[in-house]
């Protein structure tokens, strides 16, 4: 994410599924695995370049207003809640998402 965001503030081109592979060393299909979890989560979006045929990613919102909750926030919302039937654990957890919105390491994602 921190990626596709520096790259667009930066006005450079944007991130390939490839160079995110070679970068953290991971098969396509893991970068894919996690790309497609931040397309659901409506954080980026996908573009299919039919020119080379690579596919490449790109912010959907305002980049200036993604901060590191607004990622977690998004994520958390498109999963299933597996502690659901333990309210002791729901309340630790959500306890842990306000610390981290309201801390001051709560950094925009183009900042890391």
Do not use: H, W
Request: hydrophobic content about 40%; charged content about 30%.
């Amino acid at each position: 994410m921190s990626d596709i965001t520096k790259s667009y503030d930066l006005k450079e081109k944007p991130i390939f599924l490839e160079y995110l592979s070679n970068k953290y060393q991971l098969s396509d299909s893991i970068i894919k695995i996690a790309t497609n979890r931040l397309c659901d989560g409506e954080l980026i979006t996908e573009v299919k370049d039919a020119e080379n045929n690579q596919i490449y990613f790109l912010p959907l919102f305002d980049i200036n207003k993604m901060f590191v909750s607004t990622v977690i926030d998004a994520l958390d919302k498109n999963k299933d809640n597996i502690f659901s039937e333990n309210n002791t654990i729901v309340e630790i957890v959500n306890g842990l998402e306000n610390c981290i919105k309201e801390s001051n390491l709560n950094k925009l994602v183009k900042d890391l």
